[in-house]
Structure formats: C-alpha cells, structure tokens
C-alpha cells in the first residue's frame, strides 16, 4: 500500500481497526493478507505528531498481537489438523504447509521469528498448536514476539517521527528497510541450513 494511501488509512482506522488488524493478523488464518509491519509504523509515526496517544497505542498492539497468537494456538490445537487436508477460496493449504516447515526448521523460536515475516506470522501459532507445544513455553515467546514486533515497530515510528523531521515523507524505504532488517535472521538461519560443499 502506498504510504500517501497508509497514513489516512490507519487514520480511519483508529484504535479499534488497529487492535482488529493486528488481532487477526497474529492467528487468525483468514487475516494473512492484513497490512503488518507498515500498518504499526505509521500508526507510531502518527502518534507522534499528536494522532494517537503512544501510552494507549503502544499496549493495544501488544495486547492484540498476544490475544491473536493465543487464538491462533488454540485454533490449532482444537481443529487446526483437518485443515492440512483443505484448499478452500480463503484458506490455502500451502501456507499452512510454509508454516510448519519453518516451525520444524526453528523450533519454539519460531514463534517470536515468525512475527516479522508475513503469512507465516499469521499460521505460526496455529502450527505450534497443532505440534501441541507446551502452553507456557508457547506463552513466553508469544509475549516477546509481541514485545519485539507489535510494541517495537510501533515504537520505531514514534520515535523517528520525533526526532526525524519530513519522516513520513520517506515511509515506502523506512517500511522496506524494516522488512529487510527483520528478516536478516530469517536468512542467516537459511544459509546455515544449506549444504555445505566439500573442501577441495
């Protein structure tokens, strides 16, 4: 989304959109294609200047990150097998299978990794769920990965905002460098797992 159409998006959006976005984005399998990490840093940039309170904004992310990874794991735990046989017009059985993949590749550190990167934010917990990870442990990391991502993108925004004149002017490149700089562990995990050649 083009950050001339973002920011009176989440704008009109207010609190109750915010939290409603994050919320389903974090667990609930039909909300994959929700705006993520541009959505909370403009919403930052915007409490900034004045739009929002950063005391209410800051802990609405956090909390709806937490309650929709929470839905996502009991979403998983409950029924989430039978939809490993299904390929519905809203559900696609691939990002299910992506999903599990990188819970395999990652373990329970899956779960915070996962909040960075898109679609597999949003079927991670259900795929911890399904591998019955042990609720507490789950709930630690669900916590950080809310912490890091929802309070600490939204953060990054307020504070450039503050301190960086014209930022919003530059949202599209702030927003890529987010993306890239958040999946830099992703990758390095990637490369770790590729074949290593034999030595000559």
Known sequence: MPHLELLPFVKLLGYPGIFTIVFLESGVFFGFFLPGASMLFTA???ASHGFFSP??????????????????YWFGKKIGAPLLE????FFKHEYLI??????E?????????????????????????????????????????????????????????EKVPFVSEYLT????????????????????SLPKKPSA
């Open 55 to 72: 005391w209410i904004l800051i802990p609405l992310v956090t909390v709806a990150a937490i309650l929709g990874d929470n839905t996502g």
């Open 86 to 89: 299904r390929n519905t017009k």
């Open 44 to 46: 930052g940039l915007l």
């Open 98 to 103: 992506k999903a599990r993949e990188f819970y």
């Open 173 to 192: 490149p702030i927003v890529l460098i987010i993306v890239g700089v958040t999946s830099l562990p992703i990758l390095w995990q990637a490369y770790k």
């Open 105 to 161: 590749r990652h373990g329970v550190l899956a779960v915070v990794l996962a909040r960075f990167i898109p679609i597999i934010r949003t079927f991670a917990p259900i795929v911890a769920g399904m591998a019955e990870m042990h609720y507490r442990l789950f709930l630690t990391y669900n916590i950080a990965g809310a912490l890091l991502w929802g309070a600490g993108v939204t953060f990054l925004g307020y504070y450039l905002g």
